[in-house]
């Protein structure tokens, strides 16, 4: 029951410790070269890198346990979600029915629970931008303004007062990944574009430190407009406050897990203490 449970998360927390650890040495090592070197951090070209595109050494065993995607799998995900995203407005204007046979009541799954399903078995890495931005809505958005985020772009840096904030760290975000490796690289520059445009966006929010490692990671999937518009709506719509100055909405959330934690589960609460 719940001491196995505590077992199993604490054996979970335990493993993944020594895999960033690893990770950290790793990075560590790098920078010391670079230091001692006194160049900037430049990743060397024949090191490997996983499916995901980040560095790792080569005898390490950071990605143990990573399976071998099953590709017949992914391929019969990758024609069940292309289907949905080409008729994405008529999946998800439907809803439930009932339906009536001799004396039984079946609920018939439509829509909602099948997109909820799909995504919780993964969505295939060749369609998650794709996918990111349809379930965010942030492809309505960005029809809806065309030119905006050209006009930002377009705007003198100086009139930006949060550019010297963000070019701090830009070389601190996801160093290890090979589209952020190089300074004022391809990956560097479009993650400074979204993150100067959406300070412009948002005045009130500006630009906070988290933001940069959740817009790598949709540049990692999708062009850097399409990224801008998804970050809008992660703001404006799913992470209410988490960026805002007094972070507010990450504070209250905090909160609430923490209690709900105690609640239903005194022995974990008590080992994340």
């Not at 960033?20 to 070209?45: C, H, P, W």
């Not at 985020?149 to 100086?158: E, G, I, N, R």
């Not at 601190?172 to 966006?201: C, D, I, M």
Request: overall charge positive.
């Amino acid at each position: 029951g719940v001491s196995s449970a505590s077992h199993w998360l604490a054996s979970v927390f335990s493993e993944r410790g020594e895999r960033i650890v690893a990770k950290l040495m790793f990075v560590a090592s790098l920078l010391y070269r670079t230091l001692e070197k006194g160049g900037a951090l430049q990743m060397e070209d024949d090191i490997p890198t996983d499916r995901f595109g980040f560095y790792r050494p080569r005898k390490d065993d950071l990605y143990r346990g990573i399976s071998v995607p099953n590709v017949e799998l992914i391929r019969k995900r990758e024609n069940k979600w292309r289907k949905m995203l080409d008729a994405w407005d008529s999946w998800m204007k439907k809803k439930h029915k009932k339906a009536k046979h001799f004396n039984f009541i079946f609920i018939i799954r439509l829509a909602g629970e099948q997109v909820k399903e799909r995504c919780l078995k993964g969505i295939p890495q060749s369609l998650r931008g794709m996918a990111y931005q349809y379930l965010c809505g942030s492809q309505e958005r960005r029809k809806a303004n065309p030119v905006l985020y050209k006009q930002f772009l377009s705007t003198d840096d100086v009139e930006c007062p949060w550019l010297d904030s963000i070019d701090k760290d830009l070389h601190r975000t996801f160093p290890e990944h090979f589209l952020f490796r190089s300074e004022k690289g391809q990956g560097q520059s479009e993650l400074r574009n979204v993150l100067k445009a959406f300070s412009l966006y948002d005045t009130t929010i500006g630009f906070c430190q988290p933001m940069a490692p959740i817009v790598a990671t949709l540049l990692m999937h999708m062009p850097e407009e399409e990224a801008f518009w998804c970050l809008v709506m992660i703001c404006e719509k799913y992470l209410v406050g988490y960026y805002s100055p007094g972070l507010e909405g990450i504070k209250t959330d905090g909160k609430l897990f923490e209690r709900l934690i105690k609640m239903h589960n005194p022995e974990i609460a008590a080992h994340l203490v």
